[in-house]
């Protein structure tokens, strides 16, 4: 009798506590309740129900996270086991199982933890919660190619083909990777995994380079400002920067030989704005110093508005979102009159839009994709937050820009395998012709470029799947016949300060 109420008592307990820590999943209450769960808890493993009460004539829906719901089981159950101790050592009661049903209840579990992950693997070619590609499936046997001449196919013939192959070395170690990227329940696993980081962090939890700021709600990258000077010697360091400037000014001449006006506009980081407080300061050799060095006598018409974000972003409002790397509306506003005032004292016709013009708006979410619809953004995924625990972290209402005239504006969107580029024509514009090139920065950038303008082409070097990372800013090589056939009067080049640290992204001229 006694060892049956101390079963039950931990049985007990054990559902209390998961039934208590998991009651607000388990009833979302409304179906609209229902929906946002689903929506903010869409990489995990849940199940959804509904019943009707007729006591309360009503109808309830809820739903289990099973990830959430296996974590505190075991916590309850670990609870529940100490609790039984606690029990035996003050009553002097025996615990209810002999040691040998103790055995035949771990070897049942151990035998389970390895079962079920080998019940099931996943044929993705990547991973979207880690953002990678995943292993293939190794081969065992490898065959030697054989070149097509007359001697090597006489010597294939003769030798059959068995001397040609060899055995993978390596065989072992692959197949292990793929069962570590593709057996079931890796992502419950790795969604257990990050809360514990999260919940268990003081402040700043991170994965790889995603720092997260819990008090200030914050998502940062985090970046070690070294001098480059320093880490790369004085001759390493000059080398870059002639590589920079050589793959600029080569396609400035080609630009200035086409009659066209050429601009480089570089945005810096989110964490040279607003200054982590876990990073080191250096924001004069690897901001400005880097830049002037690249651009020493004002040949290549570089715009590295630093000290101007800096000074406006002491005025209020934000001017990069804070779970993500590129700049709010009113950033790239901002930016969009620094630049266009740069473009006017070479075409002093040209109209910079006013803030009257536009319809304002204010949204906790985030409109920086090609799509320009609201997100997360894109650090809320890398940083390794759930989608429940991101929504924590949206808490600013940040203002959106509209142009009131904005049916005027034609556009045709372009989206090939080779070829991302999006065409905007605006009779009220400049009678002037613009390409705007760049990453995914032009994004925003193109929200308010197009209203200045008669005819503006968007190019977005880094986004078509069929050029390669390493031709992707080969702009000739890729574009030339673009270029020749819309014949533009300006060229932007606009991009952020990451391209800049990799001299071999901006070989333009290619």
């Not at 009661?93 to 070897?107: A, H, I, N, Q, R």
């Not at 390493?236 to 600029?248: H, M």
């Not at 949206?394 to 005027?408: G, I, L, M, Q, R």
């Not at 390409?435 to 950038?445: P, Q, R, V, W, Y």
Request: charged share 25%; with cysteine; proline share 3%.
């Amino acid at each position: 009798m006694i060892k049956n109420k101390k079963i039950f008592i931990s049985v007990f307990i054990v559902l209390l506590v998961t039934f208590f820590c998991n009651c607000k999943y388990f009833f979302a209450g409304t179906e609209n309740q229902l929906s946002q769960y689903r929506r903010t808890h869409i990489s995990h493993l849940y199940s959804t129900f509904k019943f009707n009460s007729n006591y309360f004539q009503n109808v309830y829906y809820g739903i289990i996270l099973w990830d959430k719901f296996l974590l505190i089981l075991i916590l309850a159950l670990i609870v529940a086991k100490a609790f039984s101790c606690d029990i035996n050592n003050n009553f002097s009661l025996k615990f209810s199982l002999s040691d040998k049903t103790e055995d035949k209840v771990f070897v049942f579990i151990f035998m389970m933890l390895l079962l079920i992950p080998a019940t099931r693997f996943n044929n993705r070619v990547s991973d979207p919660y880690e953002n990678r590609n995943l292993t293939t499936f190794p081969q065992i046997i490898y065959h030697d190619k054989i070149s097509d001449n007359s001697a090597d196919k006489d010597k294939k013939l003769r030798n059959k083909e068995y001397k040609n192959i060899r055995f993978n070395q390596f065989y072992f170690k692959k197949l292990n990777d793929f069962v570590n990227d593709r057996f079931y329940t890796k992502e419950l696993l790795i969604h257990i995994n990050r809360d514990f980081v999260y919940n268990l962090s003081l402040r700043y939890p991170h994965k790889g380079k995603e720092v997260i700021d819990k008090k200030n709600k914050w998502l940062w990258e985090y970046q070690s400002f070294v001098s480059y000077q320093k880490t790369r010697g004085k001759s390493s360091y000059k080398r870059l920067l002639d590589e920079i400037y050589n793959g600029l000014s080569l396609f400035k001449k080609y630009c200035s030989n086409n009659n066209i006006k050429f601009y480089v506009f570089v945005f810096p980081d989110k964490e040279s704005i607003y200054h982590p407080p876990f990073s080191q300061k250096n924001y004069d050799d690897d901001f400005i110093k880097f830049i002037q060095g690249v651009d020493k006598n004002n040949e290549l018409n570089i715009i590295f508005p630093l000290k101007e974000l800096q000074a406006e972003a002491t005025k209020g409002e934000l001017l990069y979102y804070k779970t993500e790397h590129h700049l709010t509306d009113d950033g790239m506003y901002f930016a969009y009159n620094l630049l266009m005032h740069k473009i006017k004292a070479d075409y002093p016709d040209i109209h910079i839009t006013n803030k009257k013009e536009y319809n304002i708006s204010q949204n906790y979410y985030i409109r920086s994709d090609n799509r320009r619809s609201f997100t997360y953004g894109y650090t809320c995924h890398f940083s390794g937050l759930t989608l429940q625990q991101c929504e924590h972290y949206h808490d600013y209402p940040y203002t959106y820009y509209v142009y009131k005239n904005a049916s005027e504006l034609k556009s045709e969107a372009i989206r090939e395998p080779n070829l991302l580029m999006e065409k905007f024509h605006f009779d009220k514009g400049a009678d002037y012709k613009v390409l705007l090139m760049g990453n995914s920065n032009i994004e925003a950038l193109s929200n308010f470029l197009p209203y200045s303008f008669k005819d503006v082409y968007k190019l977005r070097l880094n986004g078509p799947e069929k050029i390669s990372k390493n031709d992707q800013y080969k702009v000739l090589k890729n574009y030339k016949k673009i270029i020749e056939e819309f014949k533009p009067d300006i060229i932007i080049f606009c991009t952020g300060y990451d391209v800049f640290r990799n001299a071999s992204d901006l070989p333009l001229y290619q």
